[in-house]
C-alpha cells in the first residue's frame, strides 16, 4: 500500500520560509517522479516542482522558480520543499505526488500523470 503523508505546512507572514516533507512508503518502482502541488480556494491544482529520482533533475514552475527548492532523501523515501520570500499567493493545500518513469528528460507537472497522492498539508502566509 502506497502512503505519501505531507507535514511542515503552518502559517508564515510574507517574506518568510517554511520546509514541506513528504514521507513515501511502499511504493515499488525504482525510477519515479515525486512532485509538489498546490490547489488554493476556488483554483485548479497545480504543479510548483519535480523531481527525478533517477539522476535528480528538477523543473520548477515559473512562479516559485528562484525561491522553492525540491530535494530528496532517497535513503529515507522523504521529499522536502524548502519554500522561501513566501508571498500571500503562494497560500494553498500543498499535496506530494508520485509516478513510474523510465528513460532521459524531465518529469511531467501534469497532475493526471500521478498515480498516487498524499492527503496534503496547508500554507498561509499573510502580509
Known amino acids: 500500500q502506497v502512503q505519501l503523508v505531507e507535514s511542515g505546512g503552518g502559517s508564515v507572514q510574507a517574506g518568510g520560509s517554511l520546509r514541506l516533507s513528504c514521507a513515501a512508503s511502499?511504493?515499488?518502482?525504482?525510477?519515479?517522479?515525486m512532485a509538489w502541488f498546490r490547489q488554493a480556494p476556488g483554483k485548479e491544482r497545480e504543479g510548483v516542482a519535480t523531481?527525478?529520482?533517477?539522476?535528480?533533475?528538477?523543473y520548477y514552475a515559473d512562479s516559485v522558480k528562484g525561491r522553492f527548492t525540491i530535494s530528496q532523501d532517497s535513503a529515507k523515501n522523504t521529499l522536502f520543499l524548502q519554500m522561501n520570500s513566501l508571498k500571500p499567493e503562494d497560500t494553498a493545500m500543498y499535496y506530494c505526488?508520485?509516478?513510474?518513469?523510465?528513460?532521459?528528460?524531465?518529469?511531467?507537472?501534469?497532475?493526471?500523470?500521478?498515480?498516487?497522492w498524499g492527503q496534503g498539508t496547508q500554507v498561509t502566509v499573510s502580509s
Open positions: 511502499g511504493y515499488t518502482s525504482s525510477s519515479y517522479c
Open positions: 523531481i527525478y529520482r533517477r539522476d535528480g533533475n528538477t
Open positions: 505526488a508520485v509516478y513510474a518513469r523510465y528513460g532521459g528528460g524531465w518529469c511531467s507537472l501534469f497532475e493526471s500523470a500521478y498515480e498516487y
